[in-house]
């Protein structure tokens, strides 16, 4: 076997372990087929308690990506550009750095401008099969199939489902859900259209391992299938809870881990970043807060005891909880208790399920009007919207999956509140909660009077017909290329807030020590730090101190 593994991911949006492999684990797991996920786990590893560090995309991605707590480093706001501390790089630099090809197809949102130090193909065709024969890899692939936005819009829904197959579609008639949210048409439509385009992707994930299977390289390769965090449904994703913050974790990797294992210890998706390092072989870089799941051998690792989770501001919608999770119970402080946990949020107000629980507490307001008790909507389902809420709240999951009973005042739980909130306050206070900064005073603090600091330009030396660089801004990385400059071609507004790289079509190969340009090539240099503007450019003429 060789020494070197591959290693893909493959990520969804906005769902929780609604698979037919975490039946038993999760309720209602079985309410959607997902043949080719279920046979993922049986060849893997399922992870039944895996959480998100954050219940919305960016933060969540961000720690993903980092290997590092979204409140310690400064991406914990919902899109952000964030000025991470100068030690701070992406996973996938690492890697290659250390040889590996680096794709990442396409999405990004990982709270900083994605640097073309990075990958060496971040685009919508980015695949392995565009590295040099024989070079390890290091691929990930991102599909948007399951975002709340294919549940809402009747084209993207319709696209995403073409091919599925009419016997399994669900009828929404038929479908169960939580008992927060209320039982009318419009939930159960989007509750049917989201088991619908589970069994979408599960078709998605499905060609991407056939394809590893065609080259003869799934031997060889680790593959993690994860989601960024939880369903996209009122009181799940925006939400720091249960829903919110549970993930489905799959990883295969043939003759290391064992073919249908399932851990139930607490891990986060957090974790993944210093996992994959760990069993490449590379070095964990002592920053990384997270911890690797399992050794280069497959062998399984410790992991963390707790699972912490935040959410702050959602675009413009202000908000601040810190939760912790063992492998029973959940502790949440809210640091807003006067706020509902569904203020009005301009994108999500406009979705079916938030605009149908905004009707339904207008007839409950109706009732009231009438001298009526309130009786639409459960005090459950009422409690999505109320204020104030729970400055702390605690859940028996083990016994009460949909967290309905809180139990923070309970005698019979105490020691578990206590023991909860202790942890909850230690980690606050090792790692730091840039989100109880004012965002004002953080940004003036990034970025002084509202603009970026420069990395400083690369030093080139010439000698022997070698380049050596260098870049005396901390946590800079550099990269060269042989591409003149070119008009990059405008980003989107959605490329722009999610921080995809500049589309100006040149190649970048990431300088890792001296070397040796092309024969008769101009050459020019760059360098980059996340969160600061690019460095100007260093343009080495092919005549110049080089053969």
Not at 104 to 120: G, I, L, R, S
Not at 373 to 386: D, G, M, Y
């Amino acid at each position: 076997m060789a020494t070197t593994p591959n290693i893909v991911w493959i990520s969804t949006h906005d769902i929780n372990p609604h698979l037919g492999a975490y039946e038993g684990a999760w309720p209602q797991a079985d309410q959607v087929r997902t043949p080719r996920i279920d046979a993922l786990a049986r060849e893997g590893v399922r992870f039944d308690q895996a959480f998100a560090a954050a219940p919305v995309c960016a933060p969540a991605r961000s720690a993903i990506m980092t290997g590092c707590y979204p409140v310690s480093v400064g991406t914990m706001h919902m899109r952000t550009k964030a000025v991470p501390p100068p030690e701070i790089r992406l996973v996938s630099e690492y890697f290659r750095e250390a040889g590996y090809y680096t794709t990442n197809n396409w999405f990004t949102d990982f709270q900083v401008e994605t640097p073309p130090t990075a990958f060496d193909d971040c685009s919508g065709s980015a695949h392995w099969r565009d590295r040099p024969e024989g070079t390890p890899f290091f691929a990930a692939f991102h599909s948007l199939i399951t975002h709340e936005s294919r549940i809402y819009g009747d084209d993207p829904y319709e696209n995403e489902t073409r091919e599925l197959p009419d016997e399994v579609r669900r009828d929404p008639a038929d479908v169960e859900f939580p008992p927060y949210h209320p039982d009318t048409a419009a939930f159960r439509r989007a509750w049917a259209r989201y088991y619908d385009l589970i069994a979408a992707m599960d078709a998605w994930v499905g060609r991407i391992l056939d394809e590893l299977e065609e080259d003869g390289l799934a031997e060889n390769t680790l593959v993690i299938f994860w989601s960024d965090h939880g369903a996209s449904f009122p009181r799940a994703k925006r939400w720091a809870n249960e829903a919110g913050l549970r993930v489905p974790l799959i990883a295969r990797w043939p003759g290391r881990l064992e073919a249908g294992a399932a851990r139930e210890d607490v891990v986060q998706t957090m974790d993944l970043a210093p996992t994959v390092l760990e069993a490449a072989g590379l070095p964990i870089p002592e920053h990384m807060h997270g911890t690797p799941l399992f050794a280069a051998d497959g062998a399984q690792l410790d992991a963390s005891p707790y699972a912490f989770g935040a959410r702050d501001r959602m675009d413009a919608q202000e908000d601040t909880v810190r939760t912790v999770r063992d492998d029973r119970y959940r502790y949440t402080l809210n640091l807003h208790p006067d706020r509902s946990g569904m203020q009005y949020n301009y994108y999500p107000d406009h979705l079916d399920t938030w605009g149908e629980l905004r009707r339904l507490v207008h007839e409950e307001g109706q009732q009231l009007a009438l001298g009526e008790a309130p009786s639409i909507l459960t005090p459950l389902q009422r409690s999505i919207v109320a204020v104030p809420r729970p400055e702390e709240e605690l859940f028996d999951i083990r016994a009460d999956p949909h967290e309905t009973t809180n139990l923070v005042d309970d005698p019979a739980h105490r020691e578990a509140r206590d023991r909860l909130r202790a942890a909850l306050d230690a980690w606050r206070e090792e790692h730091g909660d840039l989100g109880a900064m004012p965002e004002r005073e953080l940004l003036e603090d990034w970025r002084p009077n509202g603009a970026p600091r420069p990395t400083a330009a690369p030093t080139i030396s010439l000698e022997g017909g070698a380049v050596t660089a260098s870049c005396a801004t901390p946590g800079a990385s550099i990269a060269w290329t042989t591409t003149p400059p070119s008009q990059a071609r405008p980003l989107t507004a959605i490329e722009e807030q999610t921080g995809s790289p500049r589309r100006d079509g040149r190649r970048w190969n990431l300088y890792t020590g001296a070397f040796v340009a092309p024969p008769g090539s101009d050459i020019w240099l760059g360098a980059w730090r996340l969160g600061y503007s690019p460095s100007v450019e260093v343009h080495v003429p092919a005549t110049e101190g080089r053969a």
